[in-house]
């Protein structure tokens, strides 16, 4: 393993904020591994990377899909070596508890929960093994305030934020770190054109978010950020 190149594997970075993200660590020379169901996206955000575009490796993946995933890692992953895995596809509805349906709450906890434990499942034998490696989990603010037409979303984020707690505990004399990532409104697709129009200055940049992540995940001394809130500075939409 010793000789197999480092790697950033990131989820959903055909938009928002994982595309910011893949853009701020390709551009670092950092190489990353970019995955979403949207492979159009994917290439051309290398196209776009310009000189930077051999530092970005598109792949297409339902992070819902566990048993692609394992065919991921096996034809691609097991190639490298995943220093950090980013948690970042994710969605939600916006609607009340009571207007969600069934196929709602469950697509929601598939991605955002579930996506992220099968990419955790993924990566950490071998960051075990190494006895290195960082897991940053892009969680929300609904882990820290209540927000009301998100009620899945928050049992999805908040699930990801339990599981994570109790999965550094056990990994953390292994050297493997755990840094939770609870952004407050961002402005990209997730939100509608309207909700954007309206409240574009009141709404971070992902590029901002991205830029923070990555100064984060370069911290190289025995110190790390287990966990961040990142909010507009007037407050919450
Ligand atoms: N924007 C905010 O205000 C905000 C605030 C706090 C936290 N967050 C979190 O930030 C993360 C990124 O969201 P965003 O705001 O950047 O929204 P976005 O632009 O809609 O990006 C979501 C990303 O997730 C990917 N994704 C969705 N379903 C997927 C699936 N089944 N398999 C693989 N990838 C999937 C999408 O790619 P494909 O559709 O191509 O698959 C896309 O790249 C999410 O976890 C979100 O909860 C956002």
Not at 33 to 43: C, M, N
Not at 153 to 180: C, F, H, P, Q
Request: proline share 2%.
């Amino acid at each position: 393993m010793a000789d197999k190149k480092n790697v950033v594997w990131i989820t959903g970075t055909s938009s928002g904020i994982g595309k910011a993200l893949a853009i701020e660590f390709a551009k670092n020379n950092i190489f990353v591994i970019g995955t979403a169901r949207r492979l159009e996206l994917l290439f051309k955000l290398k196209k776009d990377l310009g000189e930077h575009e051999n530092n970005f490796e598109p792949h297409q993946l339902d992070i819902t899909d566990y048993s692609a995933i394992d065919q991921f890692h096996k034809k691609v992953l097991s190639n490298y070596r995943v220093d950090c895995l980013i948690n970042n596809a994710g969605i939600t509805s916006f609607k009340k508890a009571i207007d969600d349906s069934i196929e709602d709450i469950e697509n929601i906890l598939r991605v955002n929960l579930f996506g992220g434990i099968y990419a955790i499942k993924t990566v950490l034998p071998d960051m075990l093994e190494k006895q290195s490696g960082t897991i940053i989990n892009i969680l929300s603010m609904v882990t820290k305030k209540v927000f009301t037409s998100s009620s899945a979303y928050t049992a999805s984020k908040s699930g990801l934020m339990g599981y994570t707690k109790v999965l550094r505990e056990e990994v953390r004399d292994k050297n493997i770190r755990i840094i939770n990532v609870s952004p407050g409104a961002t402005s990209t697709e997730i939100w509608s054109k309207e909700i954007r129009n309206k409240h574009n200055d009141s709404m971070m940049n992902s590029d901002d978010i991205a830029r923070i992540v990555f100064k984060i995940n370069s911290e190289k001394s025995n110190m790390v950020v287990e966990d961040i809130i990142l909010r507009p500075v007037k407050g919450d939409l």
